[in-house]
C-alpha cells in the first residue's frame, strides 16, 4: 500500500483473546497480521513488575513496583507475557505491531519427465514460500480457557517457577492468555507433489508374440497430492490467499486426500 487517503477509517478493534487487528497501513501489504509481540511466560513476581525502555523498574507515587496488567487484569507468574511497545506497564491495542506477511513471496510450479526404455515417470509439484499463516486450530487446542478438549501441547504448560517453557498456566474463563499475538502466526511455507504418473509402453516385439492383433499397449498408475514438505504445524498449509477483508486463519482445515488411478490403454 502506497498510499491512502485522508478520509480512510482504521480498524474497529476489540481487545479479548484471539483478536487480531485487521489493518491497511501505508508501506505494508494487504493481508497482513497485527497482533501483539509474544515474549514466553512470567516466571516469577519480580518478572511481572513494569519496567520502562532502559529495562528499570516502574514505581508508583508511594514507591511500590507497578505490576504489569493485561487489559484490566493484572498479571501474574505463569501468565502470557506480552512486549510493551510505549512502556506504561499496560498491554492493549496501542501495543500491536506488525507481525508478519500472508502473502507468499514466492508462488511455484513445475516438474521433471524421466524416461528409461518403455518406462517414464512424470511429476508435478506446486508450492508456496514464506507465506504467513494464523493457526487457529492450534490456539484453540492450547487456550486452555474454556472446557473443550486440549492438544498435548499443553502437559508442558507453567505450573511453577523455573518451569521451562513459553505456555501459559490454565486459567478458566479468565485471564488473556492468547490474545492475537505472534504466538500463533506460522510460517506455512510448503512444497507439495501433486502428481506423481509412471507409464509403461508395452514393447511391440512382446505384442506381436502374442498374436492378438494389438498395436500398442500402456498401463499407467497416477498417484495425486502424496506428499507435502513442510514444518507448518498444522494439517495443511495450504490456506488460503489475503484480502482486505478477511485474515488468512487455519481452522483445522481438512488436508487434500490422497488418490491413485490406474489404466489401461489398449489399441487394435
Known sequence: ???LPATYNKESYTFGNGNYALRIEEGKPVGAFYGYHYKGVYQNTVDTYAKD??????YDVNGQPITMRNGSQVVYPGDAKYEDINGDGVINEKDIV???NANPKL????GFLLKWKDLSLTTVFYGRLGQKVINRARMNLESMYGKGNQ???VLNRWRSEGDQTDIPRALYNMGYNYLGSDRFVEDATYVRLKTLTLTYNVPKKFLSKLGWGINSCK??????DLFTFTSYSGQDPEVGMPNAK???EDNSTTPISKR???SLNVNF
Open 246 to 248: 478477511k485474515l488468512v
Open 219 to 224: 498401463l499407467t498408475a497416477t498417484g495425486y
Open 107 to 110: 508462488i511455484f510450479g513445475g
Open 98 to 100: 506488525y507481525l508478519g
Open 151 to 153: 492438544s498435548t501441547a
Open 53 to 58: 525502555s532502559m529495562g528499570n523498574i516502574m
Open 260 to 262: 491413485y488411478v490406474f
Open 1 to 3: 500500500v502506497e498510499k
